[in-house]
């Protein structure tokens, strides 16, 4: 069935340093791709994604590319900032053909603290 | 704009109580989803519903109904709580079942039970 494995945290950086988080998927036919963060009390919210092969997302200087060939949705971001501390979850979502069900499958989270 | 809007956000719960968590949009989403949330779990899909009258089961539904009368609103009821359902649960809704589709979630309510 469909899959998202991440990259486990915590990972701790100091501000300005570069950040990569990993994320890898398993699916058939071809999904499309997210990364959601969470800032401390809060919900989640829509970083960035991508909804085919090659796409790459974009958002508050965060990037990740659509690599159908390695399976891989990595999150990159050159300079991180206190502010981006959070729980950072790569996510799935797939419809079958005659479907309407789309369901996200995620990432177990990452957390991430920026030290300044 | 309120968006996703979840009551309460905070609940303590004696093993064997009931309880209703609330979840209601204003964006006329058809799709609605409960998931809970543990330490190294990620988000585990509860229930999900795509449109009035229709829900089904996700991954983890043992323990928990949810009802879906309206566009608005999609409760999920805790019949007799259980410790092993103390977690933080969100509700999340979205335009469509399409794969590019954003979804928008709630706060969250932090349930503990005794």
């Known amino acids: 069935g469909d899959s998202v494995t991440q990259m486990e945290g915590p990972v701790t950086l100091s501000e300005e340093a570069f950040l990569t988080i990993n994320c890898t998927y398993t699916?058939?036919?071809?999904?499309?791709l997210f990364w959601y963060v969470q800032y401390p009390g809060e919900g989640l919210q829509l970083l960035l994604k991508?909804?085919?092969?090659?796409d790459k997302g974009s958002n508050k200087g965060f990037e990740a590319t659509y690599r159908k060939e390695t399976t891989s949705f990595h999150l990159e971001k050159g300079s991180v900032q206190v502010s981006d501390s959070a729980v950072y979850f790569c996510?799935?979502?797939?419809?079958?053909?005659?479907?309407?069900?789309?369901?996200?499958?995620f990432g177990r989270g990452t957390q991430l603290t920026v030290w300044p | 704009n309120a968006g996703v809007t979840q009551t309460p956000k905070f609940q303590v719960l004696k093993t064997g109580q009931s309880m209703t968590l609330q979840c209601a949009q204003d964006?006329?989403?058809?799709?609605m989803s409960w998931y809970r949330q543990d330490p190294g779990m990620g988000l585990r899909l509860i229930h999900y519903?795509?449109?009035?009258?229709?829900?089904d089961q996700g991954e983890v539904p043992n323990g928990y109904n949810v009802s879906r009368s309206t566009t608005e609103d999609f409760p999920l009821r805790l019949l007799s709580a259980a410790p092993s359902q103390t977690s933080v649960y969100f509700c999340?809704?979205?335009?469509?079942?399409?794969?590019?589709?954003?979804?928008?979630f709630g706060q969250g309510t932090r349930l503990t039970v005794v």
């Open positions: 999340a809704s979205s335009s469509s079942g399409g794969s590019g589709t954003e979804a928008f």
């Open positions: 991508a909804t085919k092969a090659d």
């Open positions: 996510a799935l979502r797939r419809v079958d053909r005659g479907s309407t069900l789309g369901r996200l499958y």
């Open positions: 964006m006329n989403h058809e799709y």
């Open positions: 699916a058939t036919g071809y999904p499309s």
């Open positions: 519903s795509v449109g009035a009258g229709i829900t």
